[in-house]
């Protein structure tokens, strides 16, 4: 089967999962909030979009004032150029630790983190709820947001059972209760937490990190060591930017009562005698990885738009071939629009046409409901143009093309007489 | 100054009446105005989907052809053709209509009055008309303007209109997916309580028309106006 046709089944078989039901259930939930007051998120947006163009045009400056701030407030920091050296990295930090605990991030997905932890052994336990499910279950999350929202009660109590070790019943409160004290058991043994970053404030050296479950709180203090690895581009200027971007992305995720953290560096106390001593309450080493891996070539090729994205999962509830194929038009790296330009630069232009870089119509839904404005139409008509380049352009397209050239028109008719 | 109507292909191939009824409209409110002899696609498909170079050769040829003919008016029925003569063509001193721009003047000048009709309806945004130049309002001023008729909104309208699916050279490369879409917004507009479902854009127009299988009716603007016309 060629590359068009697997994209077509695969596009296919999304349509048939019954899942785009449950999206479309999220999405009118999104569009419903967003609606009810519309003024205020517009203002949030704009100045969203402010500060991470100002931050993407200062990268490079921002990225060396980060990395000084982090490590002046005791952080490790690592800057990796590439995914791999991220990954290598990390596994060196696990150290002969059998056990990491993990919360939700986009960039450990493009890292494929968890794969190569699993292989060496690790055990990655989810602690976001949704998240646990889906890893316990096996499934394949369905959103950012609801990752396991289209799992019935049953399937749930299920797929939790044997981890609490006893059959728990199709209840809400229950299925809550117990997965919270089992959680708790396995965030304590573990030494080791995992987060990504929703912000990193560059002249405070502060790593930001949104939540509305706490177990992110959980996984930065309990465990010793904290690795949190974030992309350049949440890098922005100050705390205050942070708190702007952390709350808009909040806003856009619709998620309300969230924890709002900022981390800058290890806890420490000098109540004994005067001594300083890291990790009191909270972790005793903190490690930043700073990641590029495609970040600055996206700049390079003048797409720094798409280092706007907070992974708000907005755009998601929109995009009308998203709500119709569901996980079709999406690759490991990312789901809908920005997640098929992720898709090409971490996994390579054949498989961002598989995921759906020729399924996108264009239309512009996206980019009007995107705290960052990003302009997906113009990005993915050039990415196309890049995969046209390299011969991937799809067979009915082509004789679209040709018809044109014949005949003048895309249907390769003679014109009628008018 | 004279106006030049670009038909565009889709209108010319596949949906004809969209082109015969904006020309009689044109007739009608006695606006003089001339057809190309020979039209070339416009490009906008192959500019959606990454084909550079050809829309580029296109693009050229359309240039200097509207150049040679000393076009400064240039009117389209088709925001695709629109919105790509607007974004990637280059013509200095070219005013690029859209039809439901050029309505909505004569409609303010009391030059287009349009009958009565009682029917529920309601108007589909095209992407290129609507997110992409913000002509929200036009086409709804002219569906308000006839008597009898009400106008009820999709829940997802405007800057959240649901694509029709047609676009990006989705249609013709994953035409089931392409078609769910469509069925999905037919469904939005039949959930809204509409029995006319008004679009102006001819590959709108087309794939809805497709996707209603008679479930309700759907118009392209310029049709709706020459039935309505009236004097
Ligand atoms: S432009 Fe493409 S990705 Fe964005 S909402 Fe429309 S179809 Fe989805
Ligand atoms: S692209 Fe925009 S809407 Fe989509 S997840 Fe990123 S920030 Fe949110």
Same mark, same amino acid.
């Given at each position: 089967?060629?590359?068009?046709?697997?994209?077509?089944?695969?596009?296919?078989?999304?349509?048939?999962?019954?899942?785009?039901?449950?999206?479309?259930?999220?999405?009118?939930?999104?569009?419903?909030?967003?609606?009810?007051?519309?003024?205020?998120?517009?203002?949030?947006?704009?100045?969203?979009?402010?500060?991470?163009?100002?931050?993407?045009?200062?990268?490079?400056?921002?990225?060396?004032?980060?990395?000084?701030?982090?490590?002046?407030?005791?952080?490790?920091?690592?800057?990796?150029?590439?995914?791999?050296?991220?990954?290598?990295?990390?596994?060196?930090?696990?150290?002969?630790?059998?056990?990491?605990?993990?919360?939700?991030?986009?960039?450990?997905?493009?890292?494929?983190?968890?794969?190569?932890?699993?292989?060496?052994?690790?055990?990655?336990?989810?602690?976001?709820?949704?998240?646990?499910?889906?890893?316990?279950?096996?499934?394949?999350?369905?959103?950012?947001?609801?990752?396991?929202?289209?799992?019935?009660?049953?399937?749930?109590?299920?797929?939790?059972?044997?981890?609490?070790?006893?059959?728990?019943?199709?209840?809400?409160?229950?299925?809550?209760?117990?997965?919270?004290?089992?959680?708790?058991?396995?965030?304590?043994?573990?030494?080791?937490?995992?987060?990504?970053?929703?912000?990193?404030?560059?002249?405070?050296?502060?790593?930001?990190?949104?939540?509305?479950?706490?177990?992110?709180?959980?996984?930065?203090?309990?465990?010793?060591?904290?690795?949190?690895?974030?992309?350049?581009?949440?890098?922005?200027?100050?705390?205050?930017?942070?708190?702007?971007?952390?709350?808009?992305?909040?806003?856009?995720?619709?998620?309300?009562?969230?924890?709002?953290?900022?981390?800058?560096?290890?806890?420490?106390?000098?109540?004994?005698?005067?001594?300083?001593?890291?990790?009191?309450?909270?972790?005793?080493?903190?490690?930043?990885?700073?990641?590029?891996?495609?970040?600055?070539?996206?700049?390079?090729?003048?797409?720094?738009?798409?280092?706007?994205?907070?992974?708000?999962?907005?755009?998601?509830?929109?995009?009308?071939?998203?709500?119709?194929?569901?996980?079709?038009?999406?690759?490991?790296?990312?789901?809908?629009?920005?997640?098929?330009?992720?898709?090409?630069?971490?996994?390579?232009?054949?498989?961002?046409?598989?995921?759906?870089?020729?399924?996108?119509?264009?239309?512009?839904?996206?980019?009007?409901?995107?705290?960052?404005?990003?302009?997906?139409?113009?990005?993915?008509?050039?990415?196309?143009?890049?995969?046209?380049?390299?011969?991937?352009?799809?067979?009915?397209?082509?004789?679209?093309?040709?018809?044109?050239?014949?005949?003048?028109?895309?249907?390769?008719?003679?014109?009628?007489?008018? | 100054?004279? &106006?030049?109507?670009?038909? #565009? !292909?889709? %209108? *010319? /191939? +596949?949906?004809?009446?969209?082109?015969?009824?904006?020309?009689?409209?044109?007739?009608?409110?006695?606006?003089?105005?001339?057809?190309?002899?020979?039209?070339?696609?416009?490009?906008?498909?192959?500019?959606?989907?990454?084909?550079?170079?050809?829309?580029?050769?296109?693009?050229?040829?359309?240039?200097?052809?509207?150049?040679?003919?000393?076009?400064?008016?240039? &009117?389209?029925?088709?925001? #695709? !053709?629109? %919105? *790509? /003569? +607007?974004?990637?063509?280059?013509?200095?001193?070219?005013?690029?209509?859209?039809?439901?721009?050029?309505?909505?003047?004569?409609?303010?000048?009391?030059?287009?009055?349009?009958?009565?009709?009682?029917?529920?309806?309601?108007?589909?945004?095209?992407?290129?008309?609507?997110?992409?130049?913000?002509?929200?309002?036009?086409?709804?001023?002219?569906?308000?303007?006839?008597?009898?008729?009400?106008?009820?909104?999709? %829940?997802?309208? +405007?800057?959240?209109?649901?694509?029709?699916?047609?676009?990006?050279?989705?249609?013709?490369?994953?035409?089931?997916?392409?078609?769910?879409?469509?069925?999905?917004?037919?469904?939005?507009?039949?959930?809204?309580?509409?029995?006319?479902?008004?679009?102006?854009?001819?590959?709108?127009?087309?794939?809805?028309?497709?996707?209603?299988?008679?479930?309700?009716?759907?118009?392209?603007?310029?049709?709706?106006?020459?039935?309505?016309?009236?004097?």
């Amino acid at each position: 089967m060629g590359l068009y046709e697997e994209t077509g089944e695969r596009l296919r078989r999304g349509m048939e999962g019954g899942r785009a039901e449950t999206l479309k259930v999220i999405a009118s939930v999104v569009l419903s909030r967003l609606r009810a007051d519309g003024g205020r998120l517009r203002k949030m947006m704009e100045r969203y979009r402010r500060i991470k163009e100002g931050a993407v045009g200062r990268l490079e400056e921002l990225v060396g004032l980060a990395k000084d701030s982090l490590r002046a407030v005791g952080c490790e920091v690592f800057e990796a150029r590439r995914g791999g050296e991220a990954v290598d990295y990390l596994l060196k930090q696990m150290g002969d630790e059998r056990v990491v605990v993990k919360s939700k991030s986009n960039t450990l997905k493009e890292l494929d983190l968890v794969e190569r932890l699993e292989e060496r052994g690790v055990e990655v336990v989810e602690t976001d709820l949704g998240d646990r499910i889906i890893q316990l279950a096996g499934e394949e999350p369905l959103h950012p947001v609801g990752p396991a929202v289209h799992l019935t009660l049953e399937e749930v109590a299920r797929a939790l059972s044997r981890e609490v070790g006893r059959e728990l019943p199709p209840d809400v409160e229950e299925i809550i209760k117990a997965s919270r004290l089992r959680l708790r058991e396995r965030i304590l043994e573990a030494k080791v937490g995992l987060t990504g970053a929703n912000a990193i404030a560059a002249e405070e050296g502060a790593v930001g990190l949104v939540e509305n479950e706490g177990n992110i709180s959980l996984i930065t203090r309990l465990p010793e060591k904290h690795l949190a690895v974030a992309g350049i581009e949440k890098i922005v200027p100050t705390l205050e930017d942070a708190a702007t971007v952390m709350k808009t992305c909040e806003a856009f995720l619709t998620v309300t009562g969230a924890y709002h953290s900022f981390i800058r560096g290890p806890s420490r106390t000098a109540d004994v005698m005067g001594i300083e001593q890291f990790g009191m309450h909270g972790a005793k080493e903190v490690h930043v990885v700073l990641l590029d891996g495609w970040r600055r070539e996206a700049v390079r090729m003048g797409l720094e738009e798409v280092l706007y994205c907070c992974n708000c999962g907005a755009c998601l509830s929109v995009c009308p071939v998203l709500l119709e194929a569901a996980q079709a038009f999406s690759s490991r790296v990312g789901a809908g629009p920005v997640g098929v330009v992720r898709t090409w630069f971490v996994l390579g232009p054949e498989e961002a046409v598989r995921a759906g870089l020729f399924a996108c119509t264009g239309c512009g839904a996206c980019r009007e409901i995107c705290p960052g404005s990003i302009d997906f139409p113009s990005i993915i008509e050039r990415l196309r143009a890049e995969a046209c380049e390299r011969g991937l352009v799809l067979p009915p397209h082509i004789s679209v093309a040709e018809n044109i050239r014949k005949t003048g028109n895309p249907f390769g008719e003679r014109r009628p007489q008018p | 100054m004279e &106006l030049w109507f670009f038909r #565009g !292909c889709m %209108s *010319t /191939f +596949r949906e004809r009446g969209i082109a015969e009824a904006t020309v009689e409209i044109l007739r009608k409110v006695s606006l003089p105005f001339r057809l190309f002899d020979r039209e070339t696609c416009c490009g906008s498909v192959l500019f959606r989907t990454g084909q550079v170079e050809e829309a580029e050769e296109v693009r050229r040829r359309n240039e200097e052809e509207f150049s040679r003919l000393g076009v400064r008016r240039l &009117l389209t029925a088709c925001p #695709g !053709c629109y %919105s *790509t /003569f +607007r974004r990637e063509y280059s013509l200095p001193g070219v005013e690029v209509l859209h039809l439901t721009q050029l309505l909505r003047g004569l409609l303010v000048e009391g030059r287009l009055r349009l009958g009565r009709r009682e029917v529920k309806a309601t108007y589909h945004d095209s992407c290129h008309l609507g997110r992409e130049w913000g002509l929200y309002e036009e086409p709804r001023e002219i569906l308000k303007s006839v008597p009898g008729l009400e106008l009820l909104e999709m %829940s997802l309208s +405007r800057e959240f209109s649901r694509c029709c699916g047609a676009g990006g050279g989705v249609r013709s490369a994953f035409r089931e997916l392409s078609s769910a879409v469509s069925r999905s917004r037919v469904g939005d507009a039949l959930e809204a309580g509409a029995q006319l479902l008004v679009t102006s854009c001819p590959f709108c127009y087309h794939h809805l028309r497709e996707a209603a299988e008679g479930r309700m009716e759907v118009k392209d603007l310029s049709m709706l106006v020459r039935e309505l016309m009236e004097g």
